[in-house]
């Protein structure tokens, strides 16, 4: 899945619009301690899907992802992030050759997500980007310390990267949810069996 454009708004340490384009071939971000490289990475991630504030090392509460303000800038009231896919390739179930997924975050606590342009749920970018790699629980993003995090693993939280990464990931989650429906299929029955007991 190649990566087209990051586009920041508000989030942590950028409170400008900011746009990186990605050229072809490998991207480097340099810059010195502290200047917001891995901020950027937060980014991705965080648009991505992530909803734990530590995998985003937030301090606990989303709301830290948003600008917070400085000595001489006020604190922003949303953080807002943006990153288009190539999708030309068509690898993702969207009838367009580029998918643009957004997520902005309000002070007061309201979320927005986008997958080009037409708001969605959380719950529909995590279906688009199963098995891609790249979605909440990919493995494509590695952050400090993730790979101490894999080793030490329990193997069946190992398995469920070794899933996702062969493609499989998918079909757990459709089972997973099938069962979920049936589950309340059944309990749905039941009530209208107590129901037609109480009527007959
Ligand atoms: P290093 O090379 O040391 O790993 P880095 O370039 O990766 O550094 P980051 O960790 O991305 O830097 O950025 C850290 C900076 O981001 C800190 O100065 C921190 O104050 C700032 N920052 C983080 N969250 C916010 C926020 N919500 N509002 C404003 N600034 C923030």
């Not at 942590?12 to 072809?24: A, L, M, Q, T």
């Not at 070794?162 to 499989?168: K, L, T, Y």
């Amino acid at each position: 899945m190649v990566f087209k454009e990051l586009e920041i708004q508000g989030f942590k340490s950028f409170p400008d619009k900011v746009k990186i384009r990605f050229d072809e071939g490998v991207t480097g971000v340099v810059g010195p301690n502290g200047s917001g490289k891995s901020n950027l990475s937060d980014a991705v991630r965080w648009v991505l899907g992530e909803t734990s504030s530590r995998q985003l090392r937030a301090a606990g509460k989303m709301e830290d992802v948003i600008f917070g303000g400085t000595r001489r800038r006020g604190a922003m009231g949303f953080a807002m992030v943006r990153l288009t896919l190539d999708n030309s390739a068509h690898t993702l179930d969207i009838d367009a050759d580029e998918a643009v997924i957004g997520r902005k975050y309000y002070r007061s606590g309201e979320s927005e997500y986008t997958i080009n342009g037409q708001l969605c749920r959380l719950k529909d970018i995590y279906e688009l980007l199963l098995d891609t790699g790249i979605g909440r629980d990919g493995y494509s993003v590695i952050g400090q310390g993730r790979i101490a995090e894999i080793v030490a693993a329990k193997s069946s939280e190992r398995r469920e990267i070794f899933e996702e990464a062969c493609g499989i990931a998918k079909y757990r989650y459709r089972k997973n949810e099938a069962e979920r429906r049936l589950a309340a299929a059944a309990e749905n029955l039941e009530r209208l069996r107590d129901i037609l007991d109480e009527l007959e």
